[in-house]
């Protein structure tokens, strides 16, 4: 019993972590993969670590939710941002094609090539805001650009961020739109693991519980933690590390 907790808890770490930072986290559950095959993981699982993280995303924006009065132009953009990859996202799991692209060595070069794109974006210094600067054009870009975020290393949050950089807007603002837009994203994907367990007998134990609780302290202490480091700092610690993930994942497959 006490394995299967420590099991979840790391589980919830790696969702938590690496969903909301531009680190890819199908990388990351490769490598502890092919370090360790967790016991404890299962579909069920998977779901509640992902309720988690958008329990905790909402919670986080649950400011910015609620004032739909102020906020209605920003949520509406949110959701159109969000259609492109839901869409696509949908045929490619409908079709089964969304298995054929995870792969050990594609997450080792998209993690690698998306990790410098993520450089070239952040090099300059832009100054552009949510507020004034987010409009329809934009926002669909950014949700264009999410698309790629299907195919395993490219990560979501690091190309969304990565995508608002290039249309200019600041760091800061840049990961407030990747976060915001990770909500529907997080719910489609929760939606359709949801499909597939319903004709399944469902075993809420504990440790459901415990992979929910888990993901939101970790996830809602990454959105946090992440707001305060990007608004003092640029994104090169997150590249370097994408680079040193892709080089350990070469070896692994080289």
């Not at 600041?170 to 939606?191: E, M, Q």
């Amino acid at each position: 019993m006490f394995q299967n907790i420590i099991e979840v808890i790391i589980l919830s770490a790696i969702q938590g972590i690496s969903e909301f930072l531009p680190i890819s986290s199908s990388a990351h559950l490769i490598l502890v993969s092919s370090l360790y095959e967790f016991k404890s993981n299962s579909l069920l699982i998977d779901i509640s670590l992902h309720l988690g993280s958008l329990l905790a995303i909402i919670y986080f924006f649950r400011n910015e939710l609620v004032d739909t009065k102020n906020n209605k132009r920003l949520l509406g953009l949110i959701i159109l941002g969000s259609i492109p990859l839901i869409i696509v996202g949908y045929i490619l799991y409908s079709t089964n094609f969304i298995y054929a692209l995870r792969d050990v060595k594609v997450i080792a070069w998209t993690t690698l090539i998306f990790g410098i794109v993520l450089y070239i974006a952040d090099k300059n210094r832009f100054d552009k805001k949510i507020s004034t600067n987010l409009n329809f054009q934009s926002i669909l870009f950014i949700g264009l650009f999410q698309i790629l975020s299907l195919v395993p290393g490219v990560s979501r949050a690091g190309i969304t961020i990565t995508a608002a950089r290039i249309l200019k807007f600041n760091r800061l603002d840049s990961s407030k739109i990747s976060f915001l837009l990770s909500i529907p994203a997080l719910s489609g994907a929760s939606f359709l693991s949801f499909k597939d367990i319903l004709d399944q007998p469902l075993d809420l134990n504990y440790l459901v519980l415990i992979a929910i609780f888990s993901s939101f302290i970790f996830s809602f202490l990454t959105v946090k933690f992440f707001l305060i480091y990007i608004n003092k700092f640029s994104m090169n610690a997150f590249v370097i590390y994408r680079v040193l993930i892709a080089l350990i994942l070469f070896s692994l497959i080289y």
